[in-house]
């Protein structure tokens, strides 16, 4: 059974800077892209970053671009990470981890087969 894993969410004060975590189990995800998406209530998810099978290709929302970076654990294959820096208010939101069935990024969220339950980031203003 495939599982994806987040940690590293929690409460943050507004410049400041917070690292997730997504760990994937269950099967190897060397050969796929991951992502990160982020939602807040009433609201659809939303795209945040993706990283491509070799972690040579990225791709980012206007939003977070010169801010976050994802990255996938040269060593552990099946750990990616979102570097969050310079967090802003509105980047308050549940964040989840995704992985697709193939090999190159995607900004749609129904392009992901496998999610993790979620890791909430609060910043505060």
């Known amino acids: 059974q495939v599982q994806l894993v987040e940690s590293g969410g929690g409460l943050v004060q507004a410049g400041g800077s917070l690292r997730l975590s997504c760990a994937a189990s269950?099967?190897?995800?060397?050969?796929?892209?991951m992502g990160w998406f982020r939602q807040v209530p009433r609201k659809e998810r939303e795209f945040v970053a993706a990283?491509?099978?070799?972690?040579?290709?990225?791709?980012y929302a206007d939003s977070v671009k010169g801010r976050f970076t994802i990255s996938k654990d040269a060593v552990k294959k099946n750990t990616v990470y979102l570097q969050m820096n310079s967090l802003k208010p509105e980047d308050t939101a549940v964040y989840y981890c995704?992985?697709?069935?193939?090999?190159?990024?995607?900004?749609?969220?129904?392009?992901?087969?496998?999610w993790g339950p979620g890791t909430q980031v609060t910043v505060s203003s």
């Open positions: 995704a992985a697709r069935n193939g090999w190159s990024t995607s900004t749609y969220n129904y392009e992901y087969e496998y």
């Open positions: 269950g099967r190897t995800f060397s050969s796929n892209a």
């Open positions: 990283i491509n099978w070799s972690g040579g290709g990225t791709r």
